[in-house]
């Protein structure tokens, strides 16, 4: 009876002890793997429109005596219909000047107004203009430290509140990434436009996306508000190690990670990114934005902490959309 019982049993087991040993290797590798989440962030900007105008503002003429008035801003007045409307034919005629000019303001503001609901000539200066929202990401050999210390001396530095001190900083990052060409193993990233009434909650969504997979912001300068923390995960840089086989657990730092958001006026895109060239254009596109158009910007990257690791694992888990280049 005990025979047949330990039979009926046994194969019951087997499953029960590979959930066991299973369980048990996903548990034991969970500090391993949460050890790689410091990340740095620059950013600012916000998503008001620029002061900047497209058109000067219509500016008044004096009537040369014995002439006729042009209309009012130049370039798009009909000073030969003058004549049929009777300029001297005092209060008619006056009324008659006063109606033709009250028309043509109406309609170029008419043309003005669908060529900015249009999207391209004008989309920049149009109340509601199409915004495009841009994310691209690049996964490097952690060989690459001189990137991270460039990124570090970044976001020590600088000037995230004026509109020409984000542009500039965007230029250096993506300097910084074309420069270290030899490090590169994956990218991808795409384009998403909107209007501007909803291209804030895009931009955020994505900037929190990107910051989530950080346990911790061990370096910040978000409107030149610089912060740094030290990471509970960071490997002593000086001095002896507490526990030496930290450094067999942690294993080699194997990547880094470099994210630029950027959300500018009009409609522009990366392309697609399927090879070495196509990053090196999007990472031109991304450093030529100007700093009338670009309006908000993120920088993120991890590891940002000295001894902080990002292995293939944790690449594979939160960055599964980069392709290979």
């Not at 998503?47 to 209309?71: D, H, K, L, N």
């Not at 074309?178 to 969504?205: C, D, I």
């Not at 912001?217 to 002593?236: C, D, F, G, M, R």
Request: charged share 20%.
């Amino acid at each position: 009876m005990r025979k047949k019982l330990q039979s009926a049993i046994r194969p019951l087991l087997k499953p029960f002890l590979v959930v066991f040993l299973v369980l048990t290797l996903v548990f034991s590798q969970a500090p391993g793997a949460l050890a790689a989440r410091s990340g740095g962030r620059i950013g600012g900007g916000s998503f008001r429109m620029p002061s900047s105008r497209p058109y000067s503002s219509p500016r008044t003429y004096a009537p040369p005596r014995g002439g006729y008035a042009p209309y009012p801003g130049g370039g798009f007045g009909f000073p030969f219909l003058f004549p049929f409307w009777g300029i001297g034919g005092g209060f008619g005629g006056l009324f008659g000047i006063l109606i033709f000019f009250a028309l043509a303001n109406f309609l170029v503001n008419t043309f003005r107004r669908v060529a900015s609901d249009g999207g391209e000539e004008f989309s920049g200066y149009s109340s509601n203009p199409t915004i495009s929202v841009t994310r691209l990401q690049v996964g490097l050999l952690a060989q690459a430290r001189e990137l991270q210390t460039e990124l570090n001396r970044l976001a020590e530095t600088a000037d995230t509140e004026s509109s020409e001190g984000r542009a500039q900083v965007l230029q250096e990052a993506s300097l910084a990434l074309m420069r270290h060409p030899e490090y590169w193993v994956y990218a991808g990233g795409g384009t998403k436009q909107a209007r501007l009434n909803s291209a804030e909650s895009e931009f955020n969504r994505l900037s929190l996306a990107e910051r989530s997979k950080f346990s911790e912001e061990t370096l910040t300068n978000v409107n030149s508000q610089l912060k740094a923390a030290i990471s509970n995960n960071a490997l002593p840089s000086t001095g002896e190690l507490d526990n030496p086989t930290d450094l067999i657990n942690q294993g080699p730092g194997e990547y880094i990670v470099v994210t630029l958001l950027a959300a500018t006026l009009g409609k522009t895109e990366i392309p697609d990114i399927n090879s070495s060239d196509d990053l090196r254009q999007a990472l031109s596109q991304f450093g030529g934005i100007p700093s009338d158009k670009l309006l908000a910007f993120e920088i993120l990257w991890t590891p940002q902490a000295e001894g902080d690791t990002l292995t293939s694992d944790d690449l594979l888990a939160e960055y599964s959309d980069l392709k290979l280049v």
